[in-house]
């Protein structure tokens, strides 16, 4: 099943209401609860490739850090007033985004993986449709990644709601996502999350990142996007 606030976004755009979107994630409308970070959804200890060590620190200092940052900016928020310096609201807003965007790309990251890499079902077939082959699409999946290494930002496989392709996107930080485009693939590049095994090697962590994919959740959001896509108003 999937994370309800990975798409939260989706739930906007493909037409429920606000309320409706929030609740999804666990916020009302108006002040938003505190959230808590979710639990790794896999046993770090079994993950090919990527340490236990690595993954740990990754989800305890890098994503739980962006979920308690996100709660004190809605903290903030929730203070201000119609006297406030508008300023101040808009360098509050831009920062949800960016610890927003952060707990749900971490998210969707954490929930492709898990698996023994091994591709399966329907997705594969719809990239060799999209790419020519899954080959070449693996192959502009993993450049695009080699482009972000040594700095950050992540990698995303993407069902465009416009034209209901398959895309793959490169974005150097968390506030840079696709419109209209629901995730099916993350790949963190940030080098928190390959540093502590790898060092400068992105290409390594790589490899690895493709060994622990779990393409069983990866074909559960293609079904999801697809039934979206059908009610998506373009």
């Not at 739930?11 to 606000?18: D, E, H, N, P, T």
């Not at 419109?179 to 400068?200: C, S």
């Amino acid at each position: 099943m999937l994370h309800a606030s990975a798409f939260t976004g989706a739930a906007l755009v493909s037409g429920l209401s606000i309320k409706s979107a929030l609740a999804a994630e666990g916020t009302t409308e108006g002040e938003a609860s505190l959230l808590e970070p979710r639990p790794l959804p896999f046993d770090p200890g079994k993950l090919n490739g990527i340490s236990e060590k690595l993954m740990v620190s990754h989800h305890e200092k890098n994503y739980s850090g962006a979920v308690k940052n996100l709660n004190k900016v809605r903290t903030e928020i929730g203070q201000l007033t119609k006297d406030s310096p508008p300023f101040l609201a808009i360098a509050l807003k831009e920062r949800e985004l960016l610890f927003h965007n952060s707990m749900v790309l971490h998210e969707l990251y954490f929930g492709n993986l898990g698996g023994d890499g091994k591709p399966s079902g329907q997705v594969p077939q719809r990239l060799s449709d999209a790419f020519g082959s899954a080959a070449r699409w693996e192959e502009l999946f993993r450049l695009t990644g080699m482009g972000l290494a040594g700095g950050s930002g992540w990698v995303t496989l993407g069902y465009d709601l416009r034209d209901h392709s398959l895309t793959i996107s490169g974005a150097s930080n968390h506030a840079q996502t696709p419109a209209q485009t629901l995730p099916l693939l993350m790949m963190d590049m940030y080098e928190h999350a390959y540093q502590m095994d790898y060092g400068a090697d992105a290409a390594k962590y790589i490899d690895a990142f493709f060994q622990n994919v779990l393409w069983d959740h990866v074909n559960q959001r293609f079904d999801q996007a697809e039934r979206i896509a059908k009610e998506f108003p373009v």
